[in-house]
């Protein structure tokens, strides 16, 4: 966990992935409900939080699979390939490119990382045009499509143009510091 007290951090570790137990596990019947032992057996198919998985995967307790939206044979993959601007990415994850990032990283899937810089490099120009050139007080219906990271940075693209509209129309061109104002005590 790199970013410890990062909110969007832990809410991105907070996704679901699909994990099968290596090895049988006791005292873990929440993952399957119906087994009255409280114990899963090896070979048991669950979905977990990240944050748990990966700490299961390190002590070689559960092997990680890829989550349907990152697979290689996934839909979305050959939508992000056709055009990824119009891809509901937040549906598939909110924090699709922190999370991925994470799970590439985990399992060394080769094949996310491509995905994540063109899913990346598409959207970004279309996310920065939409945040320059859109009134602030409409709100494009593409912005429900974007993951938390990209809405971010629309954000910080309409507060740069509302700066630089206020500074073009007049703002304040320089300032007087603070401290100029002010004399200084005599040295004893």
């Excluded at 966990?1 to 991105?12: K, Q, V």
């Excluded at 994540?116 to 939409?130: N, Q």
């Excluded at 954000?155 to 703002?171: D, I, L, P, V």
């Amino acid at each position: 966990m790199a970013n410890y007290y990062d909110i969007d951090d832990i809410l991105a570790e907070e996704e679901l992935v699909p994990a099968v137990f290596l090895q049988t596990a006791n005292e873990v019947g929440i993952f399957d409900c119906a087994d009255e032992t409280n114990k899963v057996e090896a070979g048991t198919q669950v979905e977990m939080p990240f944050w748990l998985a990966q700490e299961l995967y390190v002590r070689q307790a559960v092997s990680i699979k890829v989550p349907p939206y990152f697979d290689t044979k996934a839909k979305t993959r050959n939508e992000i390939g056709a055009d990824a601007a119009h891809v509901d990415l937040r549906s598939l994850c909110p924090y699709f490119y922190n999370f991925g990032c994470k799970i590439a990283r985990l399992i060394g899937e080769k094949t996310i990382g491509p995905l994540l810089l063109v899913a990346f490099r598409t959207r970004y120009r279309e996310v920065l045009i939409k945040a320059h050139t859109a009134a602030s007080i409409v709100v494009p219906k593409n912005l429900t499509l974007l993951t938390k990271e990209e809405t971010k940075l629309y954000e910080a693209g309409q507060s740069s143009t509302a700066a630089f509209k206020k500074w073009r129309m007049g703002g304040p061109r320089l300032q007087k510091a603070s401290v100029l104002g002010r004399k200084r005590k005599p040295v004893e």
